[in-house]
């Protein structure tokens, strides 16, 4: 498998080709290298200094990221960018980005790995945006205590950023969206869910969250993002037979 193989598995396996108007983060090769065989991905949620550093270090001939370094407008290739793309390039290292696919994919997404670790039935696609739902909603198998819901998700949850137990103390119904979405807990509301996770907390939605008797969580926008991230890394070693790595680089934010 060289670089342009892994492309056609990632476009396949994402679906990216349906975010195309949706999302503007450059899905895709960011960064190309030379031609020839692989054998080693390291995957992070952000491409940055220290995970390229790592990736490099590792052996790996691709960087697969969540967050990537194009974000739908030029940018002079000086300062941190300039930086970036020189340690690519130097290492002949590929940089592969996958945003808003990784957040709605109904298996290896962020959301859906959440989800799946709830434990949620009867699930439906949540969280409108640009005309796609990115997150996932669904029914607990029996009504469960906020604590309780939160240890399933491991150590993604060990650190929450903002806890708003505003609502009932046995929660049956739950909505999530990765990242920063906390306005969509305006829609939680409207749709009557009990407990809304997302990644970041916003000060502009707090006292709609308490009045509408509504059980926040803001686990943080890294950890939100590291389930697909991980997943997708675990599919490819399967399906291809290629060495995966994750680099954890926690933020706190």
Sequence with gaps: MNLRDLDLWC????????????????????????????????????ACAESMRRAAEAGAQVLFVHHGIFWGRPLRVEGNHYRRLKRLIEADLALYACHLPLDAHAELGNNAVMARLLGLEEKEPFGLYKGLKIGWKGRLPAPLALDAILARLGDAASSPRCIIPAGRAQISTVALISGG???????????????????????????????????????????????????????????????????DLPTGL
């Design 181 to 247: 979405a906390a306005d969509e807990s305006r829609e939680a509301i409207e749709e009557g869910i009990d407990l809304y996770i997302t990644g970041e907390p916003s000060h502009s939605v707090y006292n709609e969250v308490v009045e509408a008797k509504l059980n926040f969580v803001a686990l943080g926008h890294y950890a939100t993002e590291t389930f697909g991230v991980r997943a997708v890394a675990e599919r490819l070693a399967l399906e291809t037979g290629l060495e995966t790595r994750f680099i």
């Design 11 to 46: 476009q396949s396996a994402l679906q990216i080709a349906a975010f195309a108007a949706a999302d503007n983060s450059m899905n895709g090769i960011q960064v190309q290298r030379s031609d020839g065989p692989l054998s080693r991905v390291a995957f992070a949620v952000d």
